[in-house]
């Protein structure tokens, strides 16, 4: 979408807020031993709490209030009896809607004990976003999220999962502009409008150029015994630096 007025800019940070605000419980509740339908409920409880509807829920039927990818697992997983082991690698995705307006954002993180490299994985992703988003305004050419993901993650040792885009969102949970790459491609002529809405959500990972999808229809893993990290906000395109809905 294309913000049209204060109210949709308060609106959508209003259910960011929300969205962050159930990462940030779910993080902090997420435990070794636990399952990740038991995680996924207390998003869910959290969500319905704040007046929120999950949207993969609503969107696509998608099986869970959220999408909880453990280790090879790197977006759609599906909440289950997976329990979650000391030392792995998880990445919560929370999107909702509340009053017609969506906001999607995700996090990645190690359960101790903490193996030094998916630390800094994770901790370089969410650099890579926060570099991203810090160079958008009115004007900039929408390939330019795809040329900084890469060159961060070259320069990171790391390589980026191709085939996982960021999106426009707003009022709906995907909208134009869609497949924003997270690789630069030269013939991608569009350009970012103030007012436009859009999610920057890196992928990078320790050995896979890309994921591929599960016999569950949803879970999107990586082919080899590689980890991925994501991080994810949702941003208003303005004149000067982005409004990042989903921050707290």
């Not at 909440?79 to 307006?101: C, F, H, K, M, T």
């Amino acid at each position: 979408m294309t913000v049209g007025s204060q109210n949709d800019i308060d609106a959508l940070k209003e259910i960011g807020k929300i969205v962050a605000l159930t990462i940030n419980e779910m993080k902090s509740k997420a435990r070794a031993g636990m399952t990740t339908k038991e995680l996924d409920d207390i998003g869910g409880l959290f969500l319905k709490k704040h007046g929120a509807v999950p949207a993969p829920k609503t969107t696509y039927n998608f099986p869970g209030n959220t999408c909880i990818s453990i280790n090879r697992e790197a977006a759609h997983g599906i909440p289950g009896n997976r329990i979650i082991q000391p030392g792995d690698l998880v990445n919560i995705d929370v999107s909702a809607e509340l009053g017609g307006y969506y906001a999607d954002a995700g996090h990645s993180f190690p359960i101790a004990p903490y193996k030094p490299s998916l630390t800094r994985l994770c901790q370089y992703t969410h650099n890579t976003m926060m570099k991203v988003i810090s160079s958008l305004k009115h004007g900039v050419r929408l390939n330019e999220v795809g040329r900084i993901i890469e060159s961060e993650a070259k320069k990171g040792g790391y390589t980026v999962i191709k085939n996982l885009c960021s999106h426009g969102v707003g009022k709906s949970l995907h909208e134009a502009p869609t497949e924003i790459l997270p690789f630069y491609n030269k013939h991608d002529k569009r350009v970012l409008k103030e007012g436009m809405v859009i999610t920057i959500e890196p992928f990078l990972s320790t050995g896979a150029e890309y994921v591929v999808e599960q016999m569950d229809g949803w879970t999107l893993c990586v082919p080899d015994n590689s980890f991925v990290a994501q991080h994810e906000h949702t941003i208003i395109i303005t004149k000067n630096k982005p409004i990042i809905v989903t921050a707290v």
